[in-house]
Nanobody, 115 residues
């Protein structure tokens, strides 16, 4: 079992920055990949970025150049640095972890970007 807790969301003005964190606990040694997604009401969850335990990253083209995923293995935590935020980035941001064929999700953190 893996537990995930996100933090760092909040209200920011357009053009501003936020850094989200996702801390993993439990059987963290078995995690192969962790990622970030976001969702707005009435829409499907949208992939943002993922990072493997080897440090390989993949960013969706829609946020490439503005958002960056990273990880601190010593803290079992991944981050999402979000720069040049836009009102359309407003969403609930969630992290996930893939471990032994199962996918675990955090509870999400709200990001609101005001114009």
């Amino acid at each position: 079992q893996v537990q995930l807790v996100e933090s760092g969301g909040g209200l920011v003005q357009a053009g501003g920055s936020l850094r989200l964190s996702c801390a993993a606990s439990g059987t963290v040694f078995s995690i192969s990949t962790m990622g970030w997604y976001r969702q707005t009401p009435g829409k499907q969850r949208e992939f943002i970025a993922r990072i493997t335990n080897g440090g390989n990253t993949l960013h969706d083209s829609s946020i490439k150049g503005r958002f960056t995923i990273s990880r601190d293995n010593a803290k079992n935590t991944i981050y999402l640095q979000m720069n040049s935020l836009k009102p359309e980035d407003t969403a609930v941001y969630s992290c996930n972890a893939v471990s032994r064929g199962s996918t675990y999700w955090g509870q999400g953190t709200q990001v609101t970007v005001s114009s």
